[in-house]
């Protein structure tokens, strides 16, 4: 039986991360719900890499089966919800690639994301979140004050992050320009004025 397959707690961790790997392939429209339940509780074990690959999973199942996507977004939301901090920072960066995938279909799901915001203390995490900010700065209401929380250690953060934030302050700006152009020169100063990243620099220039 199929189930056979599935990973033991017993199992060495890497034939538990061959065994996702095969089960991602596997994973159609007729079987999703019996992957979700098992993903949903790999996310829940002790093995740190092992929940992310899980959580990791969840979201390529979603971008691989476009009609299981609003399913596997749900799952990743309850396990946001249980407020596991590398399981939140890996969700986010999964939604954000899902996000990618089908541009303005689940946006239903910023809110709970945006409540985790303070949360997040990994670069990949950070600029996901970011990026998920910029891109839909016109339906976030408090968008400003989202990007904001992270400008202000912005000489702190890794260039993956500062380059993220230039360009979701510069869509933002675009967006909604009544009230966010003191931030938008902000960003530009310190891109500019204070960093040492060629990149960065030149894209502030460029902007």
Excluded: H
């Excluded at 596997?72 to 996000?99: G, P, S």
């Excluded at 016109?138 to 260039?159: H, K, N, T, V, Y």
């Amino acid at each position: 039986p199929r189930e056979l397959f599935f990973c033991k707690y017993n199992d060495a961790p890497y034939v538990k991360m061959e065994k996702l790997e095969i089960m991602i392939k596997l994973a159609s429209d007729r079987n999703i719900d019996q992957v979700l339940m098992e993903f949903k509780e790999y996310a829940q074990e002790v093995d740190v890499d092992f929940v992310r690959r899980a959580v990791g999973a969840i979201g390529r199942c979603a971008i691989k089966l476009e009609n299981a996507a609003e399913r596997c977004i749900n799952v990743l939301l309850q396990l946001i919800k249980m407020k596991v901090n590398y399981v939140v920072q890996e969700a986010v960066i999964v939604i954000k690639d899902i996000f990618r995938r089908y541009p303005n279909k689940y946006e239903r799901v910023i809110i709970d994301l945006c409540d985790n915001l303070d949360t997040l203390d990994e670069p990949e995490a950070k600029a996901s979140m970011i990026w998920i900010v910029g891109e839909y700065a016109e339906r976030i209401e408090d968008a400003a004050e989202r990007l904001e929380f992270f400008i202000d250690g912005f000489q702190d953060e890794s260039s993956t992050v500062q380059l993220q934030l230039l360009t979701a302050t510069v869509k933002l700006f675009l967006k909604r320009p009544e009230g966010t152009q003191e931030l938008v020169k902000q960003v530009l100063d310190l891109a500019t004025e204070s960093s040492d990243n060629p990149d960065l620099r030149d894209r502030g220039f460029v902007y």
